[in-house]
C-alpha cells in the first residue's frame, strides 16, 4: 500500500540546521509532485514547500523562503527537507504527502509526521 | 491568521447533522478554485475526506458530503458517531499565494 514514513526530526538550537526525509513506498514515486506541510503545536496546517516529480518545478511558502531547501532522489524513493537558519517558530510536526493531481492537487496519503523542536 | 476561515469549534450530538464552513475570496475559493477536506483524529496525521469539492474517496462514508458556493464552502456530517471528534481543515489554492492554503481547522466535539 502506499505510504510514506517521515524521519530526522529532533531538537536543535535556534540558528541550527536539521534534514529531515520522507520514505515512499507503494507508487511510482517519480510520477508524483510531493510537499511538506507542517503543524506547530496546538496550531493548524500550514503548506510549506513542493516539488515537481523531477525537481524542475520547486516552490516554498514564504515562511521558509531563503532557508529551507526541498529535494527528491527518485532513485532511492526518498524527499528531503534540509532547513538553515532555523528559529523558533519553525517548531512544528513536519509532514510530508503525496499531491494528487486534479483542477488543485490534494494532498493524499501524508506520513505520520516528524517533529521538530528549535529552543535554546 | 489563515487565508481561509473555519469556526474554531462546533459542536453536535450524536445522530444530529452539524456543518462547517470554510470562507475565502476572491483570490482563493472565489476565484473557483476547488476546495478539499482533511480529518485529523487526535494524536494522528491528516486524511483526506472530500476532494474537488464534493468528492469522497474510497471508505470515506456517505455521511460526509461537501459543497461550495461563491467564496465558500461546506463540510456537512450526518448521523453524528463519537469517532467523528476530529479537528477539520479545508484546503484550497491562492493566485495572490501562488501555493496551497489551508483553514485554520475546527475542532468538531460530539456532546
Known amino acids: 500500500q502506499v505510504q510514506l514514513v517521515e524521519s530526522g526530526g529532533g531538537l536543535v538550537k535556534p540558528g541550527g540546521s536539521l534534514k529531515l526525509s520522507c520514505a515512499a513506498s507503494?507508487?511510482?514515486?517519480?510520477?508524483?509532485?510531493m510537499s511538506w506541510i507542517r503543524q506547530a503545536p496546538g496550531k493548524g496546517l500550514e503548506w510549506v514547500s513542493y516539488i515537481s516529480g523531477y525537481g524542475s518545478s520547486i516552490y516554498y511558502a514564504d515562511s521558509v523562503k531563503g532557508r529551507f531547501t526541498i529535494s527528491r532522489d527518485n532513485a532511492k524513493n526518498l524527499l528531503y527537507l534540509q532547513m538553515n537558519s532555523l528559529r523558533v517558530e519553525d517548531t512544528a510536526v513536519y509532514y510530508c504527502?503525496?499531491?494528487?493531481?486534479?483542477?488543485?492537487?490534494?494532498?493524499?496519503?501524508w506520513g505520520q509526521g516528524t517533529l521538530v523542536t528549535v529552543s535554546s | 491568521q489563515s487565508v481561509l476561515t473555519q469556526p474554531p469549534s462546533v459542536s453536535g450530538a450524536p445522530g444530529q447533522r452539524v456543518t462547517i464552513s470554510c470562507t475565502g475570496s476572491n483570490s482563493n475559493i472565489g476565484a473557483g478554485y476547488v476546495v478539499h477536506w482533511y480529518q485529523q483524529l487526535p494524536g494522528t496525521a491528516p486524511k483526506l475526506l472530500i476532494y474537488?469539492?464534493?468528492n469522497r474517496p474510497s471508505g470515506v462514508p456517505d455521511r460526509f458530503s461537501g459543497s461550495k458556493s461563491g467564496t465558500s464552502a461546506s463540510l456537512a456530517i450526518t448521523g453524528l458517531q463519537a469517532e467523528d471528534e476530529a479537528d477539520y481543515y479545508c484546503q484550497s489554492y491562492d493566485s495572490s499565494l501562488s501555493g496551497s492554503v489551508f483553514g485554520g481547522g475546527t475542532k468538531l466535539t460530539v456532546l
Open positions: 504527502a503525496r499531491e494528487v493531481p486534479g483542477a488543485i492537487n490534494w494532498f493524499d496519503p
Open positions: 507503494g507508487f511510482t514515486f517519480s510520477d508524483y509532485y
Open positions: 474537488g469539492n464534493i
